[in-house]
């Protein structure tokens, strides 16, 4: 169940280049136009995605910061790490 969402502003997007495979360029930088206010993922992507992030944090037995990226529909974590900001 979403409770509530706060869909922002984004200006660009960061993309992996297949245009030149000998290039060091593997990633390249795409300024967003029509699309830039645009909900990124769908309800059923976000509530997916929220259930593999509770499993991360039930793991660990602390919240944690979750870097992740997506690909054709995959989602991929990059990073986990606790949250050291969060008073009380």
Request: with cysteine.
């Given at each position: 169940?979403?409770?509530?969402?706060?869909?922002?502003?984004?200006?660009?997007?960061?993309?992996?280049?297949?245009?030149?495979?000998?290039?060091?360029?593997?990633?390249?930088?795409?300024?967003?136009?029509?699309?830039?206010?645009?909900?990124?993922?769908?309800?059923?992507?976000?509530?997916?995605?929220?259930?593999?992030?509770?499993?991360?944090?039930?793991?660990?037995?602390?919240?944690?910061?979750?870097?992740?990226?997506?690909?054709?529909?995959?989602?991929?974590?990059?990073?986990?790490r606790p949250i050291t900001t969060l008073?009380?």
């Amino acid at each position: 169940l979403i409770i509530s969402k706060n869909i922002s502003t984004q200006k660009r997007k960061l993309i992996k280049s297949n245009q030149n495979k000998n290039s060091d360029i593997a990633n390249i930088w795409i300024n967003l136009k029509d699309e830039s206010q645009l909900q990124k993922l769908n309800d059923k992507q976000i509530i997916l995605f929220a259930k593999e992030f509770i499993k991360i944090e039930n793991h660990f037995k602390f919240p944690c910061d979750i870097e992740w990226a997506m690909e054709n529909e995959k989602l991929y974590i990059t990073q986990s790490r606790p949250i050291t900001t969060l008073s009380g």
